[in-house]
């Protein structure tokens, strides 16, 4: 019973690197949400995707920030030039696609704590 | 815009007391309505949801929350707590019939169960 797997599970960069978080869905969905945690608070949504699709990003900085989630593989969450302030914990979730029972519930993963330097 | 608060950051109860988690939530829509526990350094599970129908929902371990339209409130309860349930929970809610499936979350509550 494979759930929302996510690796790496802890990461550090320097300032200035790059970062890749990965997630894979739960067996059978087909739609991704990422999340962040900054220390302290709660989830604030990042991004909405479905493979080759993203549905809604209205929770991604403008800069440096992306995600996708290709036909094949996982869904990568990369950040570019990372800094302190990216520090967080980043949560993937999945759930079924829309008509699909279970549509409503998002399944969430361990999460990858990033640590910037 | 929707909001979700949770006035309680930080609860400490007594084993076998009651506790009750406050939560209360703004939007303009109907709305679904969830609990997740998060366990130190583990990532968030599925307490209960609303989604429908009765306003009470139960959890398999013992947790209920009760759902008030009128108050647009999600308080979450349970009779007699235990050490197992130290954890942080946090409240959050969807707003489907906006198109909008993602979640939007309280800053959490901290339970701590004193033995």
């Known amino acids: 019973n494979a759930g929302v797997m996510q690796n790496p599970r802890h990461l550090v960069r320097r300032r200035g690197q790059e970062a890749r978080l990965r997630c894979s869905p739960m067996?059978?969905?087909?739609?991704v949400y990422w999340y962040r945690q900054l220390p302290e608070e709660g989830l604030k949504f990042m991004v909405y995707?479905?493979?080759?699709?993203?549905?809604?990003e209205s929770g991604m900085p403008k800069e440096r920030f992306s995600a996708e989630f290709p036909k094949e593989g996982p869904s990568i969450l990369r950040i570019q030039q990372v800094v302190r302030g990216d520090s967080a914990a980043y949560f993937c979730?999945?759930?079924?696609?829309?008509?699909?029972?279970?549509?409503?519930?998002?399944?969430f993963g361990p999460g990858t704590r990033l640590t910037v330097l | 815009a929707q909001s979700v608060t949770q006035l309680d950051s930080q609860v400490p109860v007594f084993e076998e007391a009651p506790v009750e988690l406050r939560c209360n939530y703004s939007s303009s829509v109907s709305v679904y309505l969830f609990w997740y526990v998060q366990y130190p350094n583990q990532g968030l599970q599925l307490l209960l949801k609303?989604?429908?129908?009765?306003?009470l929902v139960e959890s398999i371990n013992g947790f209920e929350a009760e759902f008030n339209k009128s108050q647009t409130s999600f308080h979450l309860r349970k009779p007699s707590v235990h050490i197992s349930d130290t954890a942080e929970y946090f409240c959050?809610?969807?707003?489907?019939?906006?198109?909008?499936?993602?979640?939007?979350f309280g800053t959490g509550t901290r339970l701590t169960v004193i033995p």
């Open positions: 609303y989604l429908s129908g009765s306003t």
């Open positions: 979730a999945s759930s079924p696609r829309p008509g699909q029972p279970g549509e409503d519930t998002q399944y």
């Open positions: 959050a809610v969807s707003e489907p019939q906006a198109g909008a499936n993602n979640l939007f």
């Open positions: 067996k059978g969905h087909s739609h």
């Open positions: 995707l479905q493979k080759e699709n993203i549905i809604d």
